[in-house]
């Protein structure tokens, strides 16, 4: 594996409560993503980070906000969680272009229910 | 496990057969590829990777097919095992200098003993 772990594995929560997702990683990796995976879409990524406190948006990055303080962690906060947030969070690393290969690894995700 | 896909292509190949899954890709500038697979439950995993300067790539049981000229990929799995049962991922790097990847939907590939 990555390195990767997630917390929480499982999560549900009500419409309007904010929710947070915590990525972890072992490797001191530069990059870290966070994707959703929603079924007929695949991964879309949500936002991602090149170094402590430099992050950007992604494709779907509307409702979510994140934070990269310490290499080790990146943090995925949803400020007001919506029905539509329902999804499988998954967290991925990369060191860049190692060895020639622009390759993420990936974390066990996490599956978020907003009643 | 956590459901990837009600929606996917789907592919049956009997044990011991080979499997194709194709995947159409959708920026022409893309200039880097990998597959990935994942498994019920789990997050994705490479598989293999190519890049454009390349039409064939061969790793262990699997070789990755580039066409350019439609932007097509494909994975080709050799003597499938239950193991192989799992959901397929294409991804595209526009820019190998860019360490974002766009996903594909997904194809779910099974078994058949």
């Known amino acids: 594996d990555a390195g990767i772990t997630q917390s929480p594995r499982h999560k549900v929560t009500e419409t309007g409560t904010p929710v947070t997702l915590r990525c972890h990683q072992t490797?001191?990796?530069?990059?870290m993503y966070w994707y959703r995976q929603d079924p007929g879409h695949g991964l879309r990524l949500i936002h991602y980070?090149?170094?402590?406190?430099?992050?950007d948006k992604g494709e779907v990055s509307d409702g979510y906000s994140v934070s990269r303080s310490k290499t080790e962690d990146f943090l995925l906060t949803l400020e007001s969680a919506t029905s539509s947030q329902t999804s499988v969070y998954f967290c991925?690393?990369?060191?860049?272009?190692?060895?020639?290969?622009?390759?993420?690894?990936f974390g066990p995700g996490t599956r978020l229910t907003v009643l | 496990g956590e459901s990837v896909g009600l929606h996917l292509p789907t592919l049956s190949v009997q044990e011991g057969d080979n499997s194709i899954i194709n995947c159409a890709y959708s920026n022409s500038a893309s200039d880097y590829f990998i597959w990935y697979k994942q498994e019920s439950g789990k997050g994705p995993q490479f598989i293999i990777d190519?890049?454009?300067?390349?039409d064939k790539r061969q790793g262990q049981r699997v070789t990755v097919l580039l066409n350019k000229t439609v932007k097509h990929l494909s994975l080709q799995i050799a003597a499938t095992q239950p193991g192989d049962s799992a959901v397929y991922f294409c991804a595209e790097n526009l820019d190998f200098g860019n360490e974002k990847l766009t996903f594909g939907t997904g194809t779910r590939l099974t078994i058949i003993p």
């Open positions: 190519i890049r454009s300067n390349m």
């Open positions: 490797e001191n990796h530069r990059y």
């Open positions: 980070s090149y170094g402590v406190k430099d992050t």
């Open positions: 991925a690393n990369s060191p860049g272009l190692a060895g020639g290969r622009n390759e993420q690894f």
